[in-house]
């Protein structure tokens, strides 16, 4: 893998929830051009991971380094003006406004005249710009004009990752994207992920196997809430403990 | 949709409409108008937290009766102070209020908030009520109102009914329009995403909590804005201007006009002030006219229950937000 220093890396990150140790003492490291792939059982502890990159939680024990800053404890809207965007395993958008608008504002967030309150909000091509990038790239361009709420289960998860575009971030912290899609709307997604993953460091946390040997440059796997093993693809899928705690000896090799 | 023209020309016929009132109509209602209008102000400041924000003060009466107060104290006791300097004093002593209390109460959400801004009201009822500052529970008369002077030359007295209407009514367009073009641009589009999902706001990057305290205080502001004309109108304040049933009206204006829709709010300062003046009409209702709370409330669940939107509800097949378009498509 990538000798360069990672843009994101983690050093005994912990999390408790009173005497339940929900992360504990994890370390990893994500390098721009990499998919990082997080996978383990429910309740491992993945989207608390994900929470305590993004600022959603602050961390009990441990440090995240973001180029050398260490952010642990910052707030969400800092984490993600410093380039850290994320997505949810729950769609969390805007039900009410257009696929544009939530694509809109996710870009205003990223411009120095949001407190300018006498400019029409579509008045900034720049906004505007950014916005119209990320639906394209999401392939939702046919639908900017739709009510968020009226898309379909699988144009929602696509809006989630269009919004975390539209905010320009250098790390990508992808939960569960392809949760409740149909096959077809999975592949695009895939070949999304993919294409993003050259220019951004992406920690992508996923259940669906294909998905996740498709994409991954680094797989980690997490079992109540440690990391059990973490290198390359093959390195993981031939490791005993993995066979053995997580993928239940036979699942992953056959499937 | 296609009356986007009609919707567009209308604020304009109606402010225009009720320009003339004064000129046709005699001093009682010309003063019950004025008194609408006031609370129109009041309730569109209300609608900026409660339908753009989505943060329900239950307070609100405190910005109000604050700039009456400061109004009371501000002007000599038997001279006529200047409008040039005491409305912006009184609205700028609101703000500076709500920046505070705005700072404390945002830390808390949802019916916590309800209660933490009803606590600040009473604590600014009780202060006016049970100390000697403002005359206590008495209160204090504002003998003389307000002038407008340039030079020697007297541009406005507030003694004159139609020159106290028309400056209301010139006050409540200005922030019509000021609130409009501030809801319409990315601060406002920010504020109705808070309301809608704070959470992924904050993901989004943004600083949730300055928001909605530069939301809480043009809130605020507005609020005292209302409540300076309204100590003017009745030449005295007392802490009833304070009181949460104060707050408690004006919430009630921005729900029966219909939340988030700025003309709604308007709407609703209408009819529950009307409303009001009819149902407590002893000429009218006899007795039962002392009773008129009753009747209002039953109005006010009716609307509840049959126009969730409110009586704007009513209007809005003629006009959408731009950002809920292609809601029907």
């Not at chain 2, 209301?168 to 329009?177: E, H, I």
């Not at chain 2, 309301?195 to 605020?220: D, I, W």
């Not at chain 2, 003309?263 to 002893?282: K, P, R, T, W």
Request: proline share 4%; aromatic share 10%.
């Amino acid at each position: 893998m990538s000798d360069k220093t990672p843009i994101l890396r983690t050093k005994g990150l912990t999390k408790r929830f009173g005497g339940l140790v929900a992360v504990s003492d994890v370390s990893l490291d994500l390098h721009i051009g990499e998919v990082h792939v997080v996978i383990g059982p429910n309740g491992a502890g993945k989207s608390t991971l994900t929470n305590l990159l993004s600022g959603d939680l602050p961390p009990t024990s441990g440090e995240v380094v973001f180029e050398g800053q260490d952010i642990a404890g910052c707030t969400a809207d800092h984490i993600s003006r410093l380039g850290i965007g994320r997505s949810y395993q729950k769609t969390n958008i805007f039900l009410p406004f257009t696929v544009f608008e939530n694509c809109r504002l996710a870009a205003q967030s990223r411009t120095p005249h949001a407190l300018r309150v006498f400019h029409r909000a579509e008045g900034y091509q720049d906004i505007n710009r950014l916005a119209q990038e990320a639906m394209a790239a999401a392939g939702l361009s046919h639908r900017a004009q739709r009510v968020a709420a009226t898309l379909s289960h699988g144009e929602q998860r696509q809006l989630e990752i269009a919004m975390c575009l539209a905010t320009q971030p250098r790390v990508l912290l992808l939960d569960e994207p392809l949760a409740g899609m149909g096959p077809h709307e999975s592949q695009r997604m895939v070949e999304l992920i993919k294409g993003l993953g050259a220019g951004h460091a992406i920690m992508l946390i996923e259940h669906d196997m294909d998905a996740v040997f498709a994409l991954a440059h680094r797989l980690t796997v997490m079992v109540n809430g440690e990391v059990l093993e973490s290198g390359t693809p093959e390195a993981v899928r031939s490791s005993p403990a993995v066979q053995q705690a997580y993928l239940g000896g036979e699942e992953l090799l056959h499937d | 949709m296609g009356n986007t023209r009609l919707t567009q020309f209308l604020p304009y016929l109606v402010v225009g409409l009720l320009a003339l009132f004064p000129l046709v109509e005699s001093t009682f209602y010309t003063q019950l108008l004025t008194k609408v209008l006031i609370m129109a102000i009041f309730a569109m400041s209300l609608d900026l937290l409660v339908g753009y924000t989505g943060l329900v003060s239950f307070g609100h009466a405190a910005y109000f009766g604050l700039a009456g107060y400061a109004l009371a104290l501000m002007a000599p006791k038997y001279e006529t102070v200047s409008l040039w300097w005491s409305l912006p004093a009184a609205i700028g002593v609101c703000a500076l209020f709500a920046l505070v209390t705005g700072t404390l109460v945002l830390r808390t959400r949802g019916i916590y908030f309800i209660m933490v801004t009803l606590a600040f009201a009473q604590m600014l009822f009780f202060i006016f009520h049970d100390t000697k500052i403002g005359g206590g529970s008495d209160g204090i008369y504002i003998y003389a109102k307000p002038t407008m002077k340039l030079g020697d030359v007297e541009l406005v007295n507030l003694e004159k009914l139609e020159q106290f209407y028309w400056l209301t009514l010139a006050l409540m367009a200005a922030a019509y329009l000021l609130l409009r073009r501030v809801l319409g641009s990315n601060f406002g589009r920010a504020l109705l995403g808070i309301k809608v999902n704070e959470h992924r706001m904050r993901a989004l990057g943004f600083p949730v909590f300055r928001y909605q305290l530069a939301s809480f205080t043009l809130s605020g502001a507005l609020a005292g804005m209302a409540g300076y004309l309204a100590a003017v109108q009745y030449g005295f304040v007392n802490p009833e201007i304070l009181s949460w049933h104060q707050s408690g009206a004006v919430l009630m204006m921005v729900i029966l006009g219909g939340m988030g829709t700025l003309y709604g709010s308007v709407i609703g300062a209408f009819a529950f002030v009307l409303l009001q003046e009819v149902l407590s009409n002893q000429a009218w209702f006899g007795p039962s006219a002392k009773h008129w709370q009753l009747a209002m409330g039953i109005f006010i669940m009716l609307v509840a229950l049959y126009l969730p939107q409110g009586l704007a509800g009513l209007l809005a097949r003629f006009g959408r937000s731009p950002v809920m378009e292609a809601a029907d498509e």
